[in-house]
């Protein structure tokens, strides 16, 4: 066997299309982990944004739903179908930015067809018109526009089971791989010293309505009531029309938050080390994995994530589930503190798993 896949990796040539560092992107961070291990296997070359196709056996497409990351990933999967790593089903913003943002809206209203007949071109109409408000910013979920992407595709791979039935749902026959999100290999970590609280509760990405930060905010108001030493760090880039500074200020957090723009790999291991309790909410869910999540597992840390979509799919007893619903923030609101008591017991049940 072992001869078998020496025989294929000198035979098998992988065109590998993923953004990549110094791009600031969840999936550049998962391809920096992928990459080393894959090439052990097959022969990858890497293609560069702006230059020409290398030469491969098979193409393989990382596609996101940021279109300044994964815009040209999609043109080439246009050109040459592959195996696509679907690492979020709901496309929509990525399918805007590549159409509406580069003066076509046709491609647009054709997706929008694709979707949903001609209901879905006259929806088209009346955002490109300006009568609807942008889809892609108040109801992606509901549009999400990967058959643009499922078209194209030889095969997929998944992180997820949520995503897979997503795409068999939207009319795709091709074969489906399900491959559990890949998990950091633990570095050597310096606990950062420059952030503290009792209990210091982090919260890592790009910040924005998804991420039910006002929810979190909330909750951590009411649990600082009975815990004033809590601290809240909030790490990461914010969403353009989402203003943390003024709620902060409402909810009389601005001496319990603390806001950190976008941290770099190392400067965010060193963060969420010095955290007792990790939260990665979301709704609506994008179909996303989140590789905060499997930081978060890896290092063994209580962790609270939203019951929706890939989050679902955890282990009961290796993380804290809120349901999205009217009791959100009081369900929140206990699980900062239950997961404050047993740090020790859930992280260790999150590592295990």
């Given at each position: 066997?072992?001869?078998?896949r020496?025989?294929?990796?000198e ?10 560092a ?7 961070d998962?391809?920096a ?9 097959v022969?990858v ?12 056996d ?5 596609i ?5 990351a994964h815009?040209?990933i ?12 679907l690492h979020?089903y709901?496309?929509h913003h990525?399918?805007a ?8 809206g046709?491609?647009?209203l054709?997706?929008?067809e ?7 071109r006259?929806?088209?109409?009346g955002?490109?018109d ?7 910013e108040t ?7 990967s058959?643009v ?5 030889r ?7 949520y995503v897979?039935e ?5 009319g795709?026959?091709?074969r ?12 050597e970590i ?11 509760i ?13 929810q979190?905010?909330e ?7 009975s815990?004033?030493?809590a ?6 880039a914010a969403g353009e029309r989402?203003?943390?500074?003024r709620r902060?200020?409402r ?10 723009d ?10 969420m ?14 179909g ?20 929706v979509?890939?989050?679902?799919e ?6 804290l ?8 923030v009081?369900v929140?609101e ?19 798993h």
């Amino acid at each position: 066997m072992g001869r078998l896949r020496r025989r294929i990796a000198e035979l098998m040539r992988v065109a590998y299309y993923s953004p990549m560092a110094p791009s600031r992107s969840g999936i550049a961070d998962y391809s920096a982990l992928l990459l080393p291990a894959l090439r052990e296997h097959v022969d990858v070359v890497v293609a560069e944004q702006g230059r020409r196709a290398p030469a491969a056996d098979v193409a393989l497409y990382h596609i996101g739903n940021d279109p300044d990351a994964h815009g040209w990933i999609v043109d080439a999967l246009e050109k040459r179908p592959g195996v696509v790593v679907l690492h979020e089903y709901v496309l929509h913003h990525l399918i805007a930015g590549i159409t509406i943002g580069r003066g076509n809206g046709r491609g647009y209203l054709d997706a929008m067809e694709r979707e949903l007949g001609v209901a879905g071109r006259l929806l088209g109409l009346g955002v490109l018109d300006n009568l609807l408000p942008l889809l892609w910013e108040t109801q992606p979920e509901r549009f999400p526009l990967s058959g643009v992407v499922l078209d194209r595709a030889r095969g997929l791979i998944v992180h997820s089971a949520y995503v897979g039935e997503r795409a068999r749902e939207a009319g795709y026959t091709g074969r489906i791989w399900p491959i559990p999100h890949p998990a950091w290999p633990m570095p050597e970590i310096e606990t950062a010293t420059d952030v503290a609280g009792d209990p210091l509760i982090g919260c890592f990405g790009f910040l924005n309505m998804n991420k039910r930060i006002p929810q979190l905010l909330e909750a951590f108001a009411a649990f600082r009531r009975s815990r004033p030493g809590a601290r809240l760090l909030l790490a990461g880039a914010a969403g353009e029309r989402f203003d943390v500074g003024r709620r902060l200020e409402r909810l009389g957090l601005t001496e319990g938050v603390e806001r950190l723009d976008y941290v770099p790999e190392e400067r965010m291991w060193a963060l969420m080390a010095a955290c007792d309790v990790l939260v990665n909410l979301r709704y609506p869910t994008m179909g996303e994995t989140s590789g905060s999540v499997i930081r978060a597992m890896s290092l063994g840390k209580p962790l609270i994530v939203s019951d929706v979509g890939a989050f679902s799919e955890l282990p009961d007893d290796a993380v804290l589930k809120v349901p999205v619903d009217e009791h959100e923030v009081p369900v929140l609101e206990a699980a900062l503190g239950f997961a404050a008591e047993h740090g020790v017991v859930l992280g260790a049940a999150a590592r295990g798993h």
